[in-house]
């Protein structure tokens, strides 16, 4: 079965850059070229920020920046404030398997 | 502008079948390349998918639940279902249902979340 795996937590002070990255572990040899990101403040619905890897939804903006390399993906928040302090989830259509898995989580703190 | 809610009981007894409506407004459930999904988060953990359905009713499901869940759509009342059978409290969560698209895979729209706790 596959999975994504993301650290648990990351945190950066205003103004800087934090990296928080999602690996796929995979024995059906998905290649997890949809990943998507998604925002969660605590008690709110989870907000598309990153789609097919590094495009960008109207609004979302442009200091949240997305990659991947290999079969890790990755979502930057470039000039970090304190409102991007959410919990952030990576997702990706689980290749030949057909459904889509999401990552474990991580918290984004702002310190 | 789209939008999703979902509706259904907010107490189910272990054993039973959990059953959850949504209904989908400003716009048709048939129109579009999409597929209408069913998430959850249980308090204070991460999202899991559960499925999706298409217009056309070919459906998709999360294999560690595909034996408990069926996903139905009736598109004469822009509505789409999810029940998961025998239940247990593993499975109170806060429900979502989301509109996700067909390339690329990811959703665009959520609906605001519904509590279901599991217990006797």
């Known amino acids: 079965q596959s999975a994504l795996t993301q650290p648990p937590s990351a945190s950066g002070s205003p103004g800087q850059s934090v990296t928080i990255s999602c690996t796929g572990t995979?024995?059906?040899?998905?290649?997890?070229?949809?990943v998507s990101w998604y925002q969660q403040h605590p008690g709110k619905v989870p907000k598309l920020m990153i789609y097919e890897v590094s495009k960008r939804p109207s609004g979302v903006p442009d200091r949240f920046s997305g990659s991947k390399s290999g079969n890790t993906a990755s979502l930057t928040v470039s000039g970090l404030q304190a409102e991007d302090e959410a919990d952030y989830y990576c997702s990706s259509y689980a290749g030949s398997n057909n459904y889509v898995v999401f990552g474990g989580g991580t918290k984004l703190t702002v310190l | 502008q789209v939008q999703l809610q979902e509706s259904g009981p907010g107490l189910v007894k272990p054993s039973q079948t959990l059953s959850l409506t949504c209904t989908v407004s400003?716009?048709?459930?048939?129109?579009?390349?999409?597929?209408w999904s069913w998430i959850r988060q249980p308090a204070g953990k991460g999202l899991e998918w559960i499925g999706r359905i298409y217009t056309s009713g070919s459906t998709n499901y999360n294999p560690s639940l595909k034996s408990r869940v069926t996903i139905s759509v009736d598109t004469s009342k822009n509505q789409f279902s999810l029940k998961l059978s025998s239940v247990t409290a593993a499975d109170t969560a806060v429900y979502y249902c989301?509109?996700?698209?067909?390339?690329?895979?990811?959703?665009?729209?959520w609906g605001q979340g519904t509590l279901v706790t599991v217990s006797s």
């Open positions: 989301a509109r996700e698209e067909t390339y690329g895979d990811y959703v665009d729209y």
């Open positions: 400003g716009g048709s459930i048939s129109s579009g390349s999409y597929y």
């Open positions: 995979s024995s059906d040899g998905g290649d997890y070229n949809y």
